[in-house]
């Protein structure tokens, strides 16, 4: 049995804290693992039709996209090794915006967009498995709960344990993808393919077209915000944090645009853009047909690297907003054994197995996603509030070109968020309907706290 300490209020005068051993290389490869899912293997073909086959303003927009998520990343670095704690986004917006805010955007993690990215990746990876192995429609809802199951395990028993599995995950497909990178760059013979060419004009369509290209860029480059959550386990985090999130962020924009030059060199602007498997294709056209299956396999890892770094951090927010007495309370225990918030983790990998199996989370994720950029946008907003609220208090790490790194950061996120609800209102209408359901949770939530403070803590329990 797994001895567990008890209560949030117990936890904030005897339990103790999680433990600090993630280094610069272990939250590197975290953000870059969590970043890297299937979307590098099969959105380079959608930018290129939306830019009409165009290599030159399909480029651009990978690199704008990366340029601003490098922009949130340096306004991130400097409130993590200010204020290290477990929760990172949540606590900044917490401290700034308030309470409300802040559980809104933990509600509508753990409940939709961390569990839905979850159950999204695993029934990815038994999709991809499938191409392997014959998987019915049963089977493959057993291999997607089988995986959340397996990275959960790993989890619980410890943050070491699930980081050195990321390190490898991570540094399998960073290393596989340069090399097939190479292959393709090296040996690829694609009429055009080298040439970077550009329109003769730059009509309104194409203005168009790599709008809406950037929304689905800035989606591709979305997960290093969650780094921030596992700031409390980082040793030495004033230097280690702004250095692990900026490095892996600028690798991140280099190794997407050296891709999307080896799939064109690979296969040429027209054909890419006409590709339903991007990487597949352009690695069968060079390397032969065998290869194809290799990047298949090299997504299989991709996928599950994703999803370990999905849960090695998410479930940090739920623990922060158990400890502030608005969440599920037992997610505030760590276990006396493993140190890991271990009821935080299982809770997630329960709900997002449900998802897994019911199918639900397409239809809650292609509602709620756009939602997240909110709460980035105030994310980054708080490091003006902490400016003027803080003037004084120790920041081991400043935002370079401050004001306007976070202001265009922010900028970028609100017009994403605008551009959906102009674009799709419907939807925006729906993703901000389940957004706002957490309110009257939260009030309950907090009564409830309230009520047990005067009660006094519970005692300890063995579980």
Do not use: C
Not at 364 to 372: E, I, M, N
């Amino acid at each position: 049995m797994t001895a567990l300490t008890d209560s949030p209020m117990d936890a904030a005068a005897h339990v103790p804290e999680l433990r600090r051993m993630l280094g610069v290389t272990d939250l590197t490869l975290l953000a870059m693992g969590t970043v890297i899912g299937s979307g590098i293997f099969l959105v380079p073909a959608v930018v290129l039709r939306q830019t009409g086959g165009a290599s030159g303003p399909a480029l651009l927009v990978w690199l704008v996209a990366g340029v601003l998520s490098l922009l949130g990343a340096l306004t991130y670095a400097e409130m993590g090794a200010m204020k290290p704690e477990a929760g990172g986004l949540y606590v900044y917006i917490r401290d700034t915006f308030g309470a409300l805010p802040a559980f809104l955007y933990g509600w509508t993690s753990f409940f939709v967009i961390a569990s839905g990215s979850l159950a999204t990746l695993a029934v990815a990876f038994s999709g991809y498995l499938s191409e392997f192995v014959p998987l019915g429609r049963a089977a493959s809802r057993i291999v997607s709960v089988l995986v959340i199951v397996v990275i959960a395990t790993i989890n619980v028993r410890g943050t070491r344990k699930s980081s050195t599995l990321q390190n490898w995950t991570t540094g399998a497909k960073v290393g596989a993808l340069l090399l097939l990178s190479a292959a393709l760059l090296m040996f690829g013979r694609a009429p055009g393919g080298t040439a970077i060419n550009w329109p003769e004009s730059f009509s309104p369509s194409l203005a168009v077209g790599m709008g809406a290209a950037m929304i689905g860029v800035l989606w591709a480059y979305e997960g290093w915000q969650y780094v921030t959550f596992s700031a409390g386990e980082t040793r030495n985090p004033q230097r280690t944090f702004p250095l692990a999130i900026t490095v892996a962020t600028a690798a991140l924009v280099g190794l997407y645009l050296l891709v999307n030059l080896a799939y064109l060199a690979a296969l040429g602007p027209i054909a890419a853009s006409h590709s339903e498997k991007i990487a597949a294709d352009a690695a069968s056209v060079v390397l032969g047909r065998a290869a194809g299956m290799v990047v298949g396999a090299l997504i299989l890892i991709s996928i599950f690297s994703a999803a370990n770094g999905l849960i090695l951090t998410a479930p940090r927010v739920y623990f922060a907003m158990a400890r502030d007495g608005v969440f599920f309370r037992r997610l505030a225990i760590i276990s006396a054994r493993f140190g890991t918030p271990a009821f935080a983790i299982i809770a997630t990998a329960l709900w997002a197995a449900v998802l897994a199996v019911s199918g639900t989370f397409e239809q809650l994720l292609t509602f709620v996603v756009f939602t997240g950029w909110i709460f980035y946008a105030l994310g980054a907003l708080s490091v003006f509030v902490y400016r003027r609220r803080l003037p004084n208090a120790h920041r081991p790490f400043r935002v370079p070109g401050y004001p306007v790194t976070p202001v265009l950061f922010v900028l970028s996120a609100a017009g994403l968020v605008l551009n959906t609800v102009v674009t799709q209102p419907l939807r925006a209408a729906a993703g901000l309907g389940v957004v706002l359901l957490g309110t009257p949770a939260f009030f309950v939530w907090r009564a409830r706290s309230r009520r047990d403070e005067r009660l006094g803590p519970p005692s300890a329990t063995t579980v």
